[in-house]
Protein backbone atom coordinates (compact mmCIF):
# COMPACT_ATOMS: atom_id res chain seq x y z
CA UNK A 1 0.00 0.00 0.00
CA UNK A 2 2.44 2.22 0.89
CA UNK A 3 4.78 1.60 -2.63
CA UNK A 4 1.08 2.24 -4.42
CA UNK A 5 0.26 5.85 -2.19
CA UNK A 6 4.48 6.84 -3.41
CA UNK A 7 4.19 5.97 -6.76
CA UNK A 8 1.12 8.43 -6.90
CA UNK A 9 2.82 10.86 -5.16
CA UNK A 10 5.70 11.03 -7.52
CA UNK A 11 3.30 10.90 -10.85
CA UNK A 12 1.05 13.70 -9.68
CA UNK A 13 4.79 15.53 -8.66
CA UNK A 14 6.54 14.78 -11.88
CA UNK A 15 4.23 15.34 -14.89
CA UNK A 16 3.58 19.49 -13.63
CA UNK A 17 7.08 19.82 -13.00
CA UNK A 18 8.12 18.76 -17.12
CA UNK A 19 4.60 20.82 -17.71
CA UNK A 20 6.03 23.83 -16.00
CA UNK A 21 9.73 23.29 -16.86
CA UNK A 22 8.28 23.05 -20.72
CA UNK A 23 6.23 26.36 -20.61
CA UNK A 24 8.77 28.53 -18.31
CA UNK A 25 11.30 27.59 -20.70
CA UNK A 26 9.77 28.76 -23.66
CA UNK A 27 8.84 31.97 -22.13
CA UNK A 28 12.39 32.62 -20.77
CA UNK A 29 13.75 31.50 -24.51
CA UNK A 30 11.23 34.12 -26.10
CA UNK A 31 13.41 37.18 -25.27
CA UNK A 32 16.57 35.56 -27.15
CA UNK A 33 13.91 34.41 -29.82
CA UNK A 34 13.49 37.64 -31.01
CA UNK A 35 17.10 38.91 -31.42
CA UNK A 36 17.57 34.96 -33.05
CA UNK A 37 14.75 35.94 -35.88
CA UNK A 38 16.54 39.03 -36.37
CA UNK A 39 19.83 37.46 -36.99
CA UNK A 40 18.09 34.95 -39.29
CA UNK A 41 16.06 37.32 -41.10
CA UNK A 42 17.50 41.17 -40.92
CA UNK A 43 20.72 40.39 -40.63
CA UNK A 44 21.24 37.18 -42.89
CA UNK A 45 22.89 35.15 -40.65
CA UNK A 46 23.45 31.45 -41.53
CA UNK A 47 20.52 29.14 -40.00
CA UNK A 48 23.05 26.20 -38.37
CA UNK A 49 24.73 29.92 -36.56
CA UNK A 50 21.40 31.02 -34.90
CA UNK A 51 20.59 27.38 -34.28
CA UNK A 52 23.91 27.08 -32.89
CA UNK A 53 22.91 30.17 -30.27
CA UNK A 54 19.63 29.43 -29.54
CA UNK A 55 20.97 25.65 -28.13
CA UNK A 56 24.05 27.35 -26.13
CA UNK A 57 21.34 29.64 -24.84
CA UNK A 58 19.54 26.78 -23.11
CA UNK A 59 22.16 25.76 -20.31
CA UNK A 60 21.55 29.50 -18.95
CA UNK A 61 17.57 29.10 -18.90
CA UNK A 62 17.28 25.52 -17.45
CA UNK A 63 19.57 26.36 -14.75
CA UNK A 64 16.81 29.38 -13.72
CA UNK A 65 13.90 26.86 -14.87
CA UNK A 66 14.41 23.67 -13.56
CA UNK A 67 14.73 25.09 -10.01
CA UNK A 68 11.18 27.63 -10.41
CA UNK A 69 9.58 24.34 -12.33
CA UNK A 70 10.12 22.92 -8.90
CA UNK A 71 8.03 25.66 -7.89
CA UNK A 72 5.56 25.36 -9.32
CA UNK A 73 5.26 21.73 -10.41
CA UNK A 74 4.79 21.13 -6.51
CA UNK A 75 2.09 23.93 -5.90
CA UNK A 76 0.36 22.28 -9.16
CA UNK A 77 0.81 18.90 -7.78
CA UNK A 78 0.70 18.65 -4.00
CA UNK A 79 -2.17 21.83 -4.09
CA UNK A 80 -4.44 19.81 -6.27
CA UNK A 81 -3.97 16.81 -4.41
CA UNK A 82 -5.14 18.96 -0.67
CA UNK A 83 -7.95 20.48 -3.01
CA UNK A 84 -9.51 16.86 -4.10
CA UNK A 85 -9.13 15.83 -0.46
CA UNK A 86 -6.84 13.22 -1.22
CA UNK A 87 -3.96 14.68 2.04
CA UNK A 88 -6.76 14.42 3.97
CA UNK A 89 -7.98 11.20 3.54
CA UNK A 90 -4.24 9.90 3.74
CA UNK A 91 -4.29 11.52 7.04
CA UNK A 92 -7.51 9.99 8.10
CA UNK A 93 -6.16 6.73 7.08
CA UNK A 94 -3.27 7.06 9.47
CA UNK A 95 -0.90 7.76 6.89
CA UNK A 96 2.13 10.26 7.38
CA UNK A 97 2.23 12.68 4.65
CA UNK A 98 5.96 12.72 4.81
CA UNK A 99 6.61 9.30 3.90
CA UNK A 100 5.45 9.33 0.32
CA UNK A 101 7.06 12.90 -0.22
CA UNK A 102 10.17 11.79 0.80
CA UNK A 103 11.24 10.16 -2.62
CA UNK A 104 10.21 13.49 -4.34
CA UNK A 105 12.48 15.04 -2.05
CA UNK A 106 15.49 12.93 -2.86
CA UNK A 107 14.58 12.73 -6.55
CA UNK A 108 15.27 17.10 -6.08
CA UNK A 109 17.96 16.24 -4.09
CA UNK A 110 20.03 14.55 -6.77
CA UNK A 111 18.73 16.79 -9.72
CA UNK A 112 19.99 19.23 -7.28
CA UNK A 113 23.56 17.88 -7.27
CA UNK A 114 23.56 17.40 -10.94
CA UNK A 115 22.66 21.34 -11.59
CA UNK A 116 25.97 21.45 -8.78
CA UNK A 117 27.83 19.88 -12.33
CA UNK A 118 25.78 21.71 -14.52
CA UNK A 119 26.35 24.76 -13.33
CA UNK A 120 30.09 24.46 -12.75
CA UNK A 121 30.80 22.74 -16.33
CA UNK A 122 28.18 23.17 -18.82
CA UNK A 123 26.73 26.29 -18.26
CA UNK A 124 30.22 28.43 -18.51
CA UNK A 125 31.18 26.58 -21.70
CA UNK A 126 27.69 27.46 -23.68
CA UNK A 127 28.06 31.27 -21.86
CA UNK A 128 31.75 30.77 -23.97
CA UNK A 129 30.01 29.77 -27.17
CA UNK A 130 27.21 32.16 -27.23
CA UNK A 131 29.45 35.17 -27.13
CA UNK A 132 32.03 33.64 -29.42
CA UNK A 133 29.16 33.32 -31.73
CA UNK A 134 27.68 36.36 -31.23
CA UNK A 135 30.88 38.01 -31.55
CA UNK A 136 32.21 36.12 -35.16
CA UNK A 137 28.50 37.25 -36.37
CA UNK A 138 28.93 40.69 -35.69
CA UNK A 139 32.14 40.26 -37.46
CA UNK A 140 30.79 38.36 -39.96
CA UNK A 141 28.67 41.98 -40.99
CA UNK A 142 29.56 45.48 -38.89
CA UNK A 143 26.15 46.60 -40.10
CA UNK A 144 24.91 44.51 -37.44
CA UNK A 145 26.56 46.59 -34.82
CA UNK A 146 26.26 49.76 -36.26
CA UNK A 147 24.20 51.61 -33.34
CA UNK A 148 22.87 55.41 -33.80
CA UNK A 149 24.64 57.48 -31.23
CA UNK A 150 27.60 55.45 -31.39
CA UNK A 151 31.35 55.76 -32.53
CA UNK A 152 31.63 52.67 -35.10
CA UNK A 153 35.35 51.75 -36.16
CA UNK A 154 34.53 48.35 -37.41
CA UNK A 155 35.68 49.52 -40.92
CA UNK A 156 39.70 49.81 -41.14
CA UNK A 157 40.34 53.22 -41.73
CA UNK A 158 37.27 54.94 -40.95
CA UNK A 159 34.96 55.91 -37.96
CA UNK A 160 31.86 56.29 -38.34
CA UNK A 161 28.95 58.05 -36.50
CA UNK A 162 25.36 58.17 -37.20
CA UNK A 163 22.48 60.19 -35.21
CA UNK A 164 19.42 58.55 -35.76
CA UNK A 165 18.70 55.53 -38.26
CA UNK A 166 14.88 53.94 -38.94
CA UNK A 167 15.40 50.30 -39.11
CA UNK A 168 12.50 49.86 -41.69
CA UNK A 169 13.66 51.74 -44.55
CA UNK A 170 17.58 52.39 -43.53
CA UNK A 171 17.53 55.87 -43.31
CA UNK A 172 20.10 57.24 -41.33
CA UNK A 173 20.19 60.98 -40.09
CA UNK A 174 23.09 63.56 -38.71
CA UNK A 175 26.34 61.39 -40.13
CA UNK A 176 29.56 62.23 -39.79
CA UNK A 177 32.81 59.91 -41.25
CA UNK A 178 36.51 60.34 -40.44
CA UNK A 179 38.25 59.36 -43.40
CA UNK A 180 41.95 58.10 -41.73
CA UNK A 181 43.04 56.63 -44.89
CA UNK A 182 44.70 59.84 -46.47
CA UNK A 183 47.81 62.07 -45.30
CA UNK A 184 45.60 64.76 -44.25
CA UNK A 185 42.77 64.13 -42.02
CA UNK A 186 39.22 64.18 -43.75
CA UNK A 187 36.08 64.76 -42.35
CA UNK A 188 32.39 63.88 -44.26
CA UNK A 189 29.01 66.05 -43.01
CA UNK A 190 25.87 64.94 -43.94
CA UNK A 191 22.13 65.75 -42.90
CA UNK A 192 20.27 62.47 -43.94
CA UNK A 193 21.08 59.14 -46.41
CA UNK A 194 20.46 55.99 -46.53
CA UNK A 195 22.63 52.47 -45.95
CA UNK A 196 22.57 49.20 -48.16
CA UNK A 197 24.12 45.82 -48.36
CA UNK A 198 24.61 44.28 -51.58
CA UNK A 199 27.53 41.90 -52.56
CA UNK A 200 29.79 42.20 -50.12
CA UNK A 201 29.55 45.52 -50.30
CA UNK A 202 27.98 48.38 -47.76
CA UNK A 203 26.96 51.37 -49.55
CA UNK A 204 26.29 54.82 -47.48
CA UNK A 205 24.27 57.15 -49.79
CA UNK A 206 24.85 60.46 -48.20
CA UNK A 207 22.43 63.40 -49.20
CA UNK A 208 23.68 67.20 -48.48
CA UNK A 209 26.97 66.20 -47.70
CA UNK A 210 30.06 68.29 -47.18
CA UNK A 211 33.63 66.93 -46.82
CA UNK A 212 36.38 69.07 -44.90
CA UNK A 213 39.68 68.37 -46.34
CA UNK A 214 42.96 69.77 -45.15
CA UNK A 215 44.87 70.20 -47.81
CA UNK A 216 48.95 70.05 -48.10
CA UNK A 217 49.29 73.63 -48.25
CA UNK A 218 48.18 74.38 -45.23
CA UNK A 219 45.10 75.31 -46.93
CA UNK A 220 41.54 74.34 -45.75
CA UNK A 221 38.89 73.19 -48.46
CA UNK A 222 34.90 72.19 -48.34
CA UNK A 223 32.92 70.47 -50.71
CA UNK A 224 29.45 70.38 -50.97
CA UNK A 225 28.01 67.57 -52.69
CA UNK A 226 23.91 67.16 -53.12
CA UNK A 227 24.47 63.30 -53.35
CA UNK A 228 27.93 61.91 -52.38
CA UNK A 229 28.01 57.32 -52.18
CA UNK A 230 30.59 55.77 -50.13
CA UNK A 231 31.20 51.95 -50.85
CA UNK A 232 32.84 49.86 -48.06
CA UNK A 233 34.38 45.80 -48.80
CA UNK A 234 32.98 43.88 -45.61
CA UNK A 235 33.66 39.82 -45.51
CA UNK A 236 30.40 38.39 -45.79
CA UNK A 237 31.56 35.16 -44.47
CA UNK A 238 30.85 33.52 -41.15
CA UNK A 239 34.21 32.33 -39.75
CA UNK A 240 34.05 30.58 -35.74
CA UNK A 241 36.71 31.14 -33.46
CA UNK A 242 37.62 29.77 -30.80
CA UNK A 243 38.43 31.88 -28.34
CA UNK A 244 41.15 31.04 -25.01
CA UNK A 245 39.93 33.98 -23.20
CA UNK A 246 37.06 33.53 -20.88
CA UNK A 247 35.41 36.19 -18.60
CA UNK A 248 33.52 35.26 -15.00
CA UNK A 249 30.57 33.50 -15.61
CA UNK A 250 32.65 31.88 -18.60
CA UNK A 251 35.15 30.00 -16.59
CA UNK A 252 34.17 26.79 -14.90
CA UNK A 253 34.44 25.62 -11.15
CA UNK A 254 38.16 24.07 -11.62
CA UNK A 255 39.34 27.24 -13.08
CA UNK A 256 37.70 29.32 -10.58
CA UNK A 257 39.11 27.45 -7.51
CA UNK A 258 43.02 27.76 -9.50
CA UNK A 259 42.33 31.37 -9.48
CA UNK A 260 41.06 31.60 -6.28
CA UNK A 261 44.04 29.26 -5.34
CA UNK A 262 46.88 31.63 -6.60
CA UNK A 263 45.12 34.60 -5.52
CA UNK A 264 45.55 33.63 -1.78
CA UNK A 265 48.83 32.34 -2.27
CA UNK A 266 49.96 35.74 -3.73
CA UNK A 267 48.42 37.82 -0.96
CA UNK A 268 49.78 35.34 1.71
CA UNK A 269 53.44 36.14 0.04
CA UNK A 270 52.62 39.81 -0.11
CA UNK A 271 51.76 39.69 3.30
CA UNK A 272 55.20 38.89 4.18
CA UNK A 273 56.80 41.68 2.56
CA UNK A 274 58.01 44.81 4.50
CA UNK A 275 56.35 47.52 4.50
CA UNK A 276 53.07 45.70 3.34
CA UNK A 277 52.05 47.12 0.05
CA UNK A 278 48.01 47.01 1.30
CA UNK A 279 46.51 48.47 -2.01
CA UNK A 280 47.44 45.66 -3.90
CA UNK A 281 46.51 43.32 -1.50
CA UNK A 282 43.24 45.28 -1.58
CA UNK A 283 43.35 45.08 -5.40
CA UNK A 284 43.74 41.07 -5.03
CA UNK A 285 41.23 40.35 -2.23
CA UNK A 286 38.79 42.48 -4.65
CA UNK A 287 39.25 40.03 -7.36
CA UNK A 288 39.35 36.90 -5.11
CA UNK A 289 35.73 38.44 -3.93
CA UNK A 290 34.63 38.51 -8.16
CA UNK A 291 35.84 34.99 -8.61
CA UNK A 292 33.64 33.71 -4.71
CA UNK A 293 30.80 35.34 -6.37
CA UNK A 294 30.75 33.38 -9.50
CA UNK A 295 31.76 30.30 -7.36
CA UNK A 296 29.18 30.49 -4.87
CA UNK A 297 26.17 30.79 -7.13
CA UNK A 298 27.01 27.43 -8.52
CA UNK A 299 25.92 26.00 -5.11
CA UNK A 300 23.28 28.50 -4.56
CA UNK A 301 20.34 28.10 -7.24
CA UNK A 302 20.25 24.21 -6.98
CA UNK A 303 20.13 24.48 -3.54
CA UNK A 304 17.45 26.97 -3.72
CA UNK A 305 15.58 24.44 -5.96
CA UNK A 306 15.73 21.85 -3.30
CA UNK A 307 14.07 25.03 -0.70
CA UNK A 308 11.02 26.06 -3.57
CA UNK A 309 10.29 22.09 -3.68
CA UNK A 310 9.61 22.04 -0.33
CA UNK A 311 8.32 25.43 -0.36
CA UNK A 312 6.06 25.09 -3.02
CA UNK A 313 4.71 21.63 -1.30
CA UNK A 314 3.78 22.82 1.33
CA UNK A 315 2.32 26.39 0.21
CA UNK A 316 0.18 24.18 -2.00
CA UNK A 317 -1.37 21.77 1.04
CA UNK A 318 -1.85 25.21 2.63
CA UNK A 319 -4.27 26.90 0.20
CA UNK A 320 -5.54 23.10 -1.53
CA UNK A 321 -5.33 24.77 -4.70
CA UNK A 322 -3.65 23.26 -7.40
CA UNK A 323 -4.63 25.19 -10.67
CA UNK A 324 -1.64 25.67 -12.94
CA UNK A 325 -2.85 29.34 -13.36
CA UNK A 326 -2.26 30.00 -9.49
CA UNK A 327 0.72 27.84 -9.50
CA UNK A 328 2.50 30.06 -12.30
CA UNK A 329 1.44 33.12 -11.18
CA UNK A 330 2.67 32.26 -7.31
CA UNK A 331 5.92 30.80 -8.71
CA UNK A 332 6.92 33.78 -11.11
CA UNK A 333 6.52 35.98 -8.07
CA UNK A 334 8.47 34.43 -5.89
CA UNK A 335 11.29 33.33 -8.18
CA UNK A 336 11.37 37.03 -9.30
CA UNK A 337 11.85 38.02 -5.21
CA UNK A 338 14.42 35.63 -5.15
CA UNK A 339 16.14 36.38 -7.89
CA UNK A 340 16.40 40.21 -7.48
CA UNK A 341 17.61 38.83 -4.06
CA UNK A 342 20.44 36.72 -5.96
CA UNK A 343 21.50 39.43 -8.28
CA UNK A 344 21.30 42.05 -5.44
CA UNK A 345 24.05 40.32 -3.63
CA UNK A 346 25.94 39.00 -6.46
CA UNK A 347 26.57 42.74 -7.19
CA UNK A 348 27.38 43.24 -4.12
CA UNK A 349 29.54 40.33 -3.27
CA UNK A 350 31.26 41.34 -6.78
CA UNK A 351 31.95 44.75 -5.80
CA UNK A 352 33.07 44.01 -2.05
CA UNK A 353 30.55 45.56 -0.30
CA UNK A 354 29.57 42.45 1.38
CA UNK A 355 31.43 39.14 1.77
CA UNK A 356 30.50 37.28 -1.03
CA UNK A 357 29.01 34.37 0.95
CA UNK A 358 26.41 36.14 2.31
CA UNK A 359 25.15 38.55 -0.55
CA UNK A 360 25.01 35.09 -2.74
CA UNK A 361 23.32 32.83 0.47
CA UNK A 362 20.74 35.29 1.61
CA UNK A 363 18.11 34.41 -0.55
CA UNK A 364 18.34 31.01 0.43
CA UNK A 365 18.19 32.16 3.91
CA UNK A 366 15.29 34.13 3.46
CA UNK A 367 13.22 31.76 2.17
CA UNK A 368 14.14 29.27 4.26
CA UNK A 369 12.24 29.93 7.66
CA UNK A 370 9.25 30.17 6.07
CA UNK A 371 9.39 26.79 3.63
CA UNK A 372 10.45 25.43 7.31
CA UNK A 373 7.31 27.23 9.16
CA UNK A 374 5.06 25.82 6.28
CA UNK A 375 7.07 22.18 6.29
CA UNK A 376 6.53 21.66 9.94
CA UNK A 377 2.63 23.07 9.95
CA UNK A 378 1.97 21.23 6.48
CA UNK A 379 3.18 17.78 6.62
CA UNK A 380 3.77 17.19 10.28
CA UNK A 381 0.84 18.72 11.32
CA UNK A 382 2.48 20.62 14.06
CA UNK A 383 0.59 24.35 14.67
CA UNK A 384 3.77 26.83 15.32
CA UNK A 385 1.81 29.90 17.11
CA UNK A 386 3.75 33.34 17.34
CA UNK A 387 3.58 35.45 20.09
CA UNK A 388 2.82 38.89 19.84
Given at each position: MNNIITRYFFKRFIVPVFVSLFVLTGIFLLDRLFLLIDLLIRKATPF????????????????????????????????????????????????????????????????????????????????????????????????????????????????????????????????????????????????????????????????????????????????????????????DKLVLRERRGRSLREMRYSTLKNEIYKLNKRIDTLLKRRPIPEKEINALKKQRMKYLAVLYKMFSLPVGGIIFLIFGASLGIRLKKGSIGISMILSLLFFSLYYILLLAGEKYGIDGSIDPAIGIWIPNIIFFFPMAYLFISSFLGIKIRIKR
Amino acid sequence: MNNIITRYFFKRFIVPVFVSLFVLTGIFLLDRLFLLIDLLIRKATPFYAVFDILVSSLPFVLSMTIPLAFLAGSLMGFGSLAENKEIEALRSGGVLILRPFFPVLMFAIGIGGFLVYFNGRVLPDANHRVRSLITDISRKKPTARIEPGVFNEDFKGYTIFIGKRNEMDNTIEDIIIYDKTKRKPTTIYASNGRLGFKNGYYTFVLYNSEIHELMPDGSYRVIKADTHKLNFKVDDKLVLRERRGRSLREMRYSTLKNEIYKLNKRIDTLLKRRPIPEKEINALKKQRMKYLAVLYKMFSLPVGGIIFLIFGASLGIRLKKGSIGISMILSLLFFSLYYILLLAGEKYGIDGSIDPAIGIWIPNIIFFFPMAYLFISSFLGIKIRIKR
